[in-house]
């Protein structure tokens, strides 16, 4: 079965630093560029970063260039996303996607970012 | 950015009628390579979003016939054919050929 299981979400202080991870199975992984989308509480869904299949070419949004990394280990069909410096604004439920028209979608990890 | 505004953003649809909801891309989202980077997503309450067109009119594998995706360019609707009580949620739009990815605000469906 193809799944996506995402991991390390948690309460942070503004200013702190989180790692999402998302373990992969039942596919591929290094053959596929892979995404993380978010969903703020009560609102749509944003896109966030990209990672190509072999790690050599990253995107992000614009909110979280400099702040955010993405990366990946395909030794062990794993991906995340390094949040530092976090914000309010980046409180949300982070999707781990398969591309290749986001056809796959982990559960979610909830960040909350607060005092 | 592109800007992906859906229309209406509500929608309460009688069991068995048929509903439509439009997204419209502020860029034309045709690749050189022919291809049409149009999405359509639906997020059941409480769960994540599921796939259910890709490329404006391919339907994901388990995707209800009943649904159908159309549109070219900058103009895209999709449409449920029967509406049955199962297809409430949210649904979205996304544009997967300009970075950064976008989505429309988001279509909430209910049944009357």
């Known amino acids: 079965e193809v799944q996506l299981v995402e991991s390390g979400g948690d309460l942070v202080h503004p200013g702190g630093s989180l790692r999402l991870s998302c373990a992969a199975s039942g596919f591929t992984f290094s053959s596929y560029w892979m995404s993380w989308i978010r969903q703020a509480p009560g609102k749509g869904l944003e896109w966030v970063a990209n990672i190509k299949e072999d790690g050599s070419t990253k995107y992000y949004v614009d909110s979280v260039k400099g702040r955010f990394t993405i990366s990946r280990d395909n030794a062990k069909n794993s991906l995340y996303l390094q949040m530092n410096s976090l914000r309010a604004e980046d409180t949300a439920v982070y999707y781990c996607?398969?591309?290749?028209?986001?056809?796959?979608w982990g559960q979610g990890t909830t960040v909350t970012v607060s005092s | 950015e592109i800007v992906m505004t859906q229309t209406p953003l509500s929608l309460s649809v009688i069991p068995g009628q048929p509903a439509s909801i439009s997204c419209k891309s502020g860029r034309s989202l045709l690749h050189g390579n022919g291809k049409t980077f149009l999405y359509w997503y639906l997020q059941k309450p409480g769960q994540s979003p599921r796939p259910l067109i890709y490329e404006v009119s391919n339907r994901f594998s388990g995707v209800p016939d009943r649904f159908s995706g159309s549109g070219s360019g900058t103009d895209f609707t999709l449409e449920i054919s029967r509406v049955e009580a199962e297809d409430v949620g949210d649904y979205y739009c996304m544009q997967g050929i300009h970075f950064p990815y976008t989505f429309g605000q988001g279509t909430k469906v209910d049944i009357k």
């Open positions: 996607v398969r591309e290749g028209g986001m056809d796959v």
